[in-house]
C-alpha cells in the first residue's frame, strides 16, 4: 500500500512539474515577443547615418550607436559618448552612465538614407 501512494505521488509531482515548468515558458515568450517587435517605437524619419546603426531613446532623447566605432550620437548627430559592449552600457563624453544593460540585437536599426537621384554634385573648390 506505501509503494501505491508513493507511485501516484511521485507520478503527480512529475506531472506538476512539467506543466509548470512548459506554463512559465509560455508566459515568458508572449512577453519577450510584444517587446521584439517594436511596433511602439517610432523612428524619427529625419535622423541621417552613414552606416546601419542601433537606434535608442529615452523619452524624447534619441542616441544612435555606430557599429563599427561604438560611439553614440545624438539625433541631430553631435557625438555624446561611447558604447561598452561588455555591460551595454552608454557612457557620456564625461563618464556618466546614460543606459545600462542594452542588447544591441533587440535595438531597432536605422538603415542609412540613399541620396536621390536628382542630387547634383557641385565642387565648390576654385
Known amino acids: 500500500m506505501r509503494y501505491q ?7 503527480a509531482g512529475i506531472i ?5 515548468c ?7 515568450e508572449s512577453s519577450s515577443g510584444t517587446s521584439k517587435a517594436g511596433s511602439d517605437i517610432q523612428i524619427p524619419q529625419n535622423i541621417v547615418v552613414r552606416e546601419p546603426s542601433y537606434f535608442y531613446q529615452i523619452n524624447t532623447n534619441i542616441y544612435i550607436i555606430a557599429p563599427s566605432t ?19 552600457a552608454i557612457m557620456s563624453l564625461s563618464g ?4 545600462i544593460n542594452l542588447d544591441l ?22
Do not use: H, R, Y
Open 105 to 126: 540585437s533587440k535595438l531597432p536599426v536605422v538603415a542609412p538614407t540613399k541620396p536621390s537621384k536628382n542630387l547634383i554634385a557641385v565642387d565648390l573648390d576654385i
Open 5 to 11: 501512494f508513493l507511485k501516484l505521488f511521485l507520478l
Open 16 to 20: 506538476i512539474t512539467a506543466w509548470n
Open 70 to 88: 561604438m560611439t553614440v550620437s545624438d539625433g541631430s548627430g553631435s557625438i555624446i559618448g561611447t558604447f561598452n559592449t561588455s555591460t551595454g
Open 96 to 99: 556618466d552612465i546614460i543606459a
Open 22 to 28: 512548459s506554463e512559465s515558458a509560455a508566459v515568458q
